[in-house]
Nanobody, 121 residues
Framework: QVQLVESGGGLVQAGGSLRLSCAAS????????MGWFRQAAGKEREFVAA????????YYADSVKGRFAISRNNAKNTVYLQMNSLKPEDTAVYYC??????????????WGQGTQVTVSS
C-alpha cells in the first residue's frame, strides 16, 4: 500500500508561483512512476504532468508546458510540481498519483487527498 500526502497549495495572485510537494510512504518509491493531476470545480480530473521512476523522462499537458516543472527526489520519497506564471484557470485541487508498475503504463493506482490551488486575477 502506498500513501501519498500533498502539500504546498494555497492562494496566489496571477503571475505568481507555488511549489507543490507529494510525500510517499514505502521503501520502493524509486520504482514508481509519478504524476500530477488536477480537478477544477465542475470539471473532470485532468492530467498535468508525469515523471518516470528514474526522473529521466517528464511529460506535460499542453496547458502547462513551459510554466510547470515536475521533479522528484527519490532519497526523500518526494515528487514536486513547480508552478510558475500561474493563471486563474490553473485554479483546482491538485492530486499526486503513483503508478507502482514503473513501466510507463500510466496505471495510477494510488492517489493523494489533494491540495487546493487558487489563483486570483
Amino acid at each position: 500500500q502506498v500513501q501519498l500526502v500533498e502539500s504546498g497549495g494555497g492562494l496566489v495572485q496571477a503571475g505568481g508561483s507555488l511549489r507543490l510537494s507529494c510525500a510517499a510512504s514505502g521503501r520502493t518509491f524509486s520504482s514508481y512512476d509519478m504524476g500530477w493531476f488536477r480537478q477544477a470545480a465542475g470539471k473532470e480530473r485532468e492530467f498535468v504532468a508525469a515523471i518516470r521512476k528514474s526522473g529521466d523522462s517528464t511529460y506535460y499537458a499542453d496547458s502547462v508546458k513551459g510554466r510547470f516543472a515536475i521533479s522528484r527526489n527519490n532519497a526523500k520519497n518526494t515528487v514536486y510540481l513547480q508552478m510558475n506564471s500561474l493563471k486563474p484557470e490553473d485554479t483546482a485541487v491538485y492530486y499526486c498519483a503513483a503508478d507502482p508498475t514503473g513501466r510507463g503504463t500510466l496505471a495510477y493506482d494510488y492517489w493523494g487527498q489533494g491540495t487546493q490551488v487558487t489563483v486570483s486575477s
